[in-house]
């Protein structure tokens, strides 16, 4: 059975950095072709890509947000972890994971993340 | 990058009614890449289809996909009570993942 869980700070303050994890279960991102996906919701609005690992250590990262965000794996942990600098309040909003490299196919249920001072 | 946009925005039906929904792309897209979700309040997107026609595990058939290019089409044969949610349709092109902006589907 497939398992995503997201963790991180429900509350972060503006110029902060969020770190964001991904702990995952029932696959193992060793195996070719595996990836695992970052995506966020503000409230109310649509969905944005933000980042993927994949299974050979090869990241992607969206075109806008690029010089924001860090994403890694940690294996042995089965986790990813996704990290955005200076974090401003249109920043907020629901950061999902998703196993998947061109669909997202298993989805973790969200962490909400409001940046506020 | 790829943009993709939905329509209607909005589309208002009864249960038992077929749905309709729209995504056209700013440029051609593989039909490999082309995915629709259901997202209901509070709740994670679901896959419905991937590949533009093929349907994920677990979906109803009443759910199908096609299209190419630049035209896609999710199609709801009959509506259930339970179907009525945001749809979003997304695109995977040159490694990078767009979403287009949703499509309500309420109860009319």
């Known amino acids: 059975q497939v398992t995503l869980r997201e963790s991180g700070p429900a509350l972060v303050k503006p110029t902060q950095t969020l770190t964001v994890t991904c702990t995952f279960s029932?696959?193992?991102?060793?195996?070719?072709?595996?990836?695992v996906t970052w995506i966020r919701q503000p409230p109310g609005k649509a969905l944005e890509w933000l980042a993927r690992?994949?299974?050979?250590?090869?990241?992607f990262y969206n075109t806008s947000l690029k010089t924001r965000l860090t994403i890694s794996k940690d294996t042995s942990k089965n986790q990813v972890v996704l990290t955005m600098t200076n974090m401003d309040p249109v920043d907020t909003a629901t950061y999902y994971c998703?196993?998947?490299?061109?669909?997202?196919?298993?989805w973790g249920q969200g962490t909400l993340v409001t940046v506020s001072s | 990058e790829i943009v993709l946009t939905q329509s209607p925005g909005t589309l208002s039906l009864s249960p038992g009614e077929r749905a309709t929904l729209s995504c056209r792309t700013s440029?051609?897209?593989?039909?490999?890449?082309l995915a629709w979700y259901q997202q209901k309040p509070g709740q994670a997107p679901r896959l419905l289809i991937y590949?533009?026609?093929s349907r994920a595990t677990g979906i109803p058939d009443r759910f199908s996909g096609s299209g190419s290019g630049t035209d896609f089409t999710l199609t709801i044969s009959r509506l259930e009570p339970e179907d009525f949610a945001v749809y979003y349709c997304?695109?995977?092109?040159?490694?990078?993942?767009?979403f287009g902006p949703g499509t309500k589907v309420d109860i009319k």
């Open positions: 029932g696959f193992s991102l060793t195996v070719s072709g595996m990836c």
């Open positions: 440029q051609s897209v593989s039909s490999n890449y």
């Open positions: 590949g533009a026609s």
């Open positions: 997304q695109q995977y092109d040159n490694s990078l993942l767009t």
């Open positions: 690992i994949e299974w050979d250590d090869d990241k």
């Open positions: 998703a196993r998947g490299c061109k669909a997202g196919h298993y």
